[in-house]
């Protein structure tokens, strides 16, 4: 049976700071949210990056780029040359709002608007070739893959990126379904063909005694839980599983502004934690990067389960953030 392939993805974006609200206030530089820098260290993807390397592994970066209006393209440009001269895989992403917010400050009207779903499919086209264009500038290639910021993609989003180029989507994310995850197919957590796309979904698991659902999101999630829920699809014939952190997962206590950030040595830990537990298995588990999947091996259909994670792991996960929320930890 051919191993199983393990994708880290890391949402790797700014905010914008709250200067909707405030006029004073400008979107946040790319060294707070991006490098994640705290006096002369850097916590966000230069450390992800540190960790996964102790493995040999790498990660797939979706990075936003509408942002380069607001914080300097040549500051973006720079996350770019990070990526890809450590030889991860850069990927792109987008949020609308960082777009209409340069566009507001042009004279245009405001549109506060973050979910690419909520737009006709004509513009989600357009915003989405403005997107690759400017990831090729920055980048020097096309990319192949796409996340929705928000996860805020739908069936409509996927038919906009096939008419763009794009072959790989992964923004379908259970647990957000109907709030800020616009797909109308239901109980996707294995990768499937929507729209001439391949979707790869957020991988999700199902908490005991919880009505929903929770992403293998390795700031919010205990690496137990993330090799229970794994083994179970495992055990169930899945073949791919997507997990994902942020830029700025490596960072507590993140105030509107950034202003409290400080190193979340937990997550920090975890993160190492996971990687070790993966490389113990890679005689079954390969990591791998979206952006060289090899879609003639991808496995369609795999089965659409939601495996669940037992009484204890969620309270110990649960005890180990509440710890984690003491200023002084």
């Known amino acids: 049976m051919a191993n199983m392939r393990v994708y880290i993805t890391v949402d790797t974006e700014t905010s914008l700071g709250g200067a909707w609200r405030n006029a004073s206030y400008a979107p946040l530089p790319l060294d707070l949210t991006v490098f994640g820098k705290c006096g002369s260290q850097c916590f966000g993807i230069p450390l992800i990056m540190d960790i996964l390397e102790e493995f040999g592994f790498r990660a797939t970066f979706f990075t936003e780029v509408f942002c380069s209006a607001n914080v300097g393209i040549e500051n973006l440009e720079k996350v770019f040359q990070c990526i890809q001269a450590r030889g991860h895989d850069a990927q792109l992403h987008l949020h609308p709002v960082q777009r209409f917010y340069s566009s507001f400050l042009a004279g245009a009207a405001r549109r506060e608007v973050d979910l690419m779903f909520q737009l006709p499919l004509a513009e989600q086209g357009e915003l ?17 893959a796409y996340r929705a910021g928000c996860y805020g993609a739908s069936e409509v989003t996927l038919k906009a990126l096939k008419t763009n180029g794009i072959e790989i989507d992964s923004s379908y994310n259970l647990a957000y379904l109907g709030t800020s995850c616009g797909f109308r197919t239901e109980c996707l957590n294995a990768p499937t063909i929507i729209e001439g796309i391949y979707e790869f979904p957020v991988t999700v698991f199902h908490p005991v005694g919880s009505a929903g659902c929770k992403p293998l999101e390795i700031s919010a999630v205990s690496v137990a839980e993330v090799m229970t829920a794994l083994q179970s699809l495992q055990r169930a014939g899945c073949r791919d599983i997507v997990l994902v952190l942020h830029s700025f997962s490596l960072l507590k206590n993140l105030g509107l502004r950034f202003e409290n950030r400080r190193p979340d040595r937990i997550v920090i830990r975890r993160l190492r934690n996971l990687c070790a537990a993966l490389w113990k298995l890679k005689g079954e588990v390969d990591v791998c990067v979206l952006g060289e ?3 003639s091996c991808i496995q369609i259909p795999q089965p659409q389960m939601v495996p669940t994670v037992g009484w204890l792991q969620p309270p110990m996960r649960k005890f180990v953030q509440g710890f984690n929320l003491i200023p002084w930890v």
């Open 128 to 144: 989405i070739r403005e997107g690759i264009n400017l990831f090729q500038q920055l980048s020097g290639k096309l990319p192949r």
């Open 293 to 295: 999947a090899d879609l």
